[in-house]
């Protein structure tokens, strides 16, 4: 569950849903949690107030009457029915805010199933409740538990490939939850041959539309998910390179992959703390992405901003300072080294980029992407220029980068600073400096928000 989100996750952590480790442990320690929050089971709580209520009380007093009476809790056939209970909520009141909850118990439900009966039909049915809970409900506190458990139980169903993926997407779409380091550790744990240069990105951006599905209701549910959750700013943070391709490398051994993935993080912990803007990074970890996938990330996830993150490289070891560059055709020979640079890894012509570019100017949000380029590089360079005396401002740039091609929101690369300059990369190895860098692409994402939401009024 995500931190400082809301009342429901400390209500949530003092059930302590998230600290226990045996599956059965939590089980029991969120049962006896619950039964003391409630002071008794089956106390009826107010009807009617909020449709699908009544209907959310009943599979909970039938819960409580399972699980207290030795004799029903051991039949599966009860079980089943408190499942059904909490599929009734969801089948008949898809816009109840009793849904996630529901599906939360019954995949719970289903799982402690499993562990009395060792069937894996009631693992998958574990699964997939907690996918629809992943992918319906993506900004509620339980997301990123419930694809965390999707992780536990598809490796304990002997499929690490899935239990990789969710591991993966709890990293990369949670990077506040409490439980990012566990799925750190499992992913870690997974065989290497899963989790390491993980070419293909569309598996990772795909990670819980993967899982399988439920039936027709989906749709319904997805409409009233997506209208509930349409204030949301959507912000794909993308740490450039990783994996087999290490970006620019300083005379000193410091790689360029490694250093914007830790600037990616401290930007993603800046953002997630603002209210309604979720954080989606393209890599979480030290593993090479396509470019097109990187965008792909950011369309697929209908993002509203999509920010690149590298550090400049030139042969020229006295040049430093940051830029900010938008797509945009150019002939600037230096923005084009950049770029070519950059673009190292497609396997495309940067005279054919120029020409492809072309015909996607005419869909690409230049205007926008433009304002938030100069807003970035401005408040960036303010912090830059209080910290370090004289530092360059190179400005606002235009370059035609592979990374930003087809993007279809505002987007923008920072070059955050010059790895090939010694006293930069002195500084690069510095928490302080690298918080300095996220803090001032932080306070030019913030700002353009502002300035465009007044513009909107
Ligand atoms: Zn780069």
Redesign the pocket.
Known sequence: MIKERDSFSAQARGRGISTMVSPRGIIICVVAAIAVVLGGAGTALSEGSHPGEQSYQDARQLFYRVLRSPDLRQDPKNWEKVIEGYENVVVSYPESHRVPYSLYMAARCAARLYEDFHDPGFLNQAIMFFSQLSREFPEHHLADDALFYIGEYSKELGRPEEAATAFLTVMEQYPLADCYERAREQYQRLPKTLTKNKDNSEETLLASSALPLSSTFQQKLSVVARERFNHLTTIVIDP??GGRDP??MSSGGLA?KDVVLAIGRLLARKLTKLPNVKVVMTRALDRFLTLEGRTAVANNHGADLFVSI??NAIADPSFCGAETYFLNLTNDPRSLAVAAK?NATSDKKMSDLQMILMDLLADAKINESSLLAETVQNELYTLLRRRVPGVRNLGLKQAPFCVLFGAQMPSILVEAAFISNPMEERRLKSPDYLNLLADGIYRGITRYQKQTKVAHR
């Open positions: 450039g390179h970006g620019a360029e590298h550090l950059e």
